[in-house]
């Protein structure tokens, strides 16, 4: 692309251009030259509107958790039962991080920072996304977390093994998902606070 002209560049048009190379040409693209050739500027004009490269990869961080909010809030819509919550939730990351292969990959590399005024909103909605129905199913306010964070990982470790060609054998991939997401539901619906025993026969229906 030749040099820019026209109208001054804005820091969103910077990070709308970094989002689209990482969706067009993964993770690894990313980087200050190469969002400075897209859009047609010197590379260290790029600093006018990042501070370094790894400002600029978090602020791609963010535009993808926006979506991904986004994505999550769409599923939900209309729902009531919170454990579909839980499903649509889990079924709208997995179609997320397969339409978003490169940004999906950079958000497992890298945290947001949480303490970036930008961030705050987004991280709060992600919580509350996910603790309310959790919090209806009966997990304590102070295990939610816990919940989240232990869904979060069964979840994110499938959506890696999928997308890297892991699953060969012929039972429907989407089933073990189900499964698994069911799974981790009971599990964490079922489990006590720390250092308290089980309650013999008890059980959760999904």
Request: aromatic share 6%.
């Amino acid at each position: 692309m030749g040099r820019r002209r026209g109208p001054a560049l804005t820091r969103g048009q910077v990070v709308e251009a970094a989002v689209r190379i990482v969706q067009q040409e993964g993770a690894d693209a990313l980087g200050i030259a190469r969002v400075a050739r897209e859009i047609g500027i010197k590379p260290a004009s790029m600093y006018n509107h990042v501070a370094s490269g790894d400002a600029l990869a978090r602020a791609v961080i963010l535009a993808a958790n926006v979506s991904v909010v986004e994505a999550f809030k769409a599923s939900v819509r209309g729902v009531n039962a919170p454990v579909a919550q839980l499903r649509a939730l889990a079924d709208a990351l997995r179609t997320w991080a397969r339409d978003n292969g490169g940004l999906y990959t950079l958000m497992s590399r890298i945290e947001p920072d949480n303490d970036d005024p930008d961030f705050i909103p987004v991280y709060a909605d992600l919580l509350d996304l996910f603790a309310r129905p959790f919090g209806q199913l009966g997990v304590a306010a102070e295990d939610q977390v816990h919940a989240i964070r232990g869904l979060r990982a069964a979840l994110h470790g499938f959506i890696l093994l999928e997308q890297q060609g892991q699953f060969q054998l012929l039972d429907d991939v989407g089933e073990s998902y189900q499964w698994l997401v069911d799974a981790v539901i009971r599990g964490c619906v079922q489990a006590r606070r720390r250092g308290a025993p089980p309650t013999n026969g008890e059980t959760v229906t999904l």
